[in-house]
């Protein structure tokens, strides 16, 4: 079936630095999500994306996260500068439409970031 | 705001065995209901969903029912296999554009050989 990739897996950084976590979507789909899951809890909404622009964000979205898919290219989430409560896991999702009820969202393998 | 409860963090079975992982929910307006598996390695995985009260969603042999009136979603197989070892997720989405998925805490199901 249709696959999400998500670049790096795995990304270690300092607490302060920047991070850009890479998400290749499925090649049709005009909608883009971020969750966020931190160990042993829910998986948890952050934020999705629609033609060059932010529909929905949760609270979770600080004001250092950013998210942009310039020309049709990987669409990123950006941390800056992070901080030690945003190690989790990130997952990254696609859908072809909007709305819940009618197009199933795709999710990559997601990407572990750890903020020492 | 909206919530996922799933009942059982952890389930161990063996082969053939019936699954039932419990799931209620609590939301405003009418949502829609959705299960996804996640395989070690890999993101969740659509399962199925259903959109209104007493519609039964299904797939692979699971199936679950929507019960508006209890505000369940429970997910049920009736023999399992090895190969259905995964973390099971309920989740909902309460319409509008976004398509903003709210998850339960998942339930790690094992299933021995």
């Known amino acids: 079936g249709p696959k999400v990739l998500q670049i790096p897996s795995h990304q270690i950084i300092d607490m302060g630095q920047m991070v850009t976590l890479n998400c290749d979507p499925v090649?049709?789909?005009?909608?883009f999500y971020w969750y966020k899951q931190i160990l042993g809890q829910q998986m948890e909404f952050l934020v999705n994306?629609?033609?060059?622009?932010?529909?929905?964000k949760s609270k979770l979205f600080k004001d250092q996260f950013s998210v942009e898919r310039p020309d049709g290219s990987y669409f990123t989430l950006k941390i800056q500068p992070t901080a030690l409560e945003d190690s989790a896991v990130y997952f990254c999702?696609?859908?072809?439409?909007?709305?819940?009820?009618?197009?199933?969202?795709?999710f990559g393998p997601g990407t572990r970031l750890t903020v020492l | 705001g909206d919530s996922v409860t799933q009942t059982e963090g952890q389930v161990a079975l063996s082969e053939e065995d019936f699954l039932t992982i419990h799931c209620n929910y609590s939301?405003?307006?009418?949502?829609?209901l959705f299960w996804y598996v996640q395989y070690p390695g890999e993101g969740p995985q659509f399962l199925f969903r259903?959109?209104?009260?007493?519609e039964k969603g299904s797939s692979r042999g699971f199936e679950a029912t929507y019960d508006k009136g209890t505000t369940s979603f429970h997910l049920r197989k009736a023999s399992v296999q090895e190969s259905d070892s995964a973390v099971y997720y309920c989740?909902?989405?309460?319409?509008?554009?976004?398509?903003?998925?709210?998850f339960g805490e998942g339930t790690q199901v094992t299933v021995i050989s």
């Open positions: 989740a909902l989405a309460t319409g509008g554009l976004s398509g903003k998925l709210t």
């Open positions: 259903a959109s209104r009260d007493k």
């Open positions: 999702a696609s859908s072809l439409g909007e709305g819940w009820g009618n197009y199933e969202q795709y």
């Open positions: 090649s049709n789909h005009l909608y």
């Open positions: 939301a405003s307006g009418y949502p829609a």
């Open positions: 994306f629609y033609n060059g622009k932010v529909m929905e």
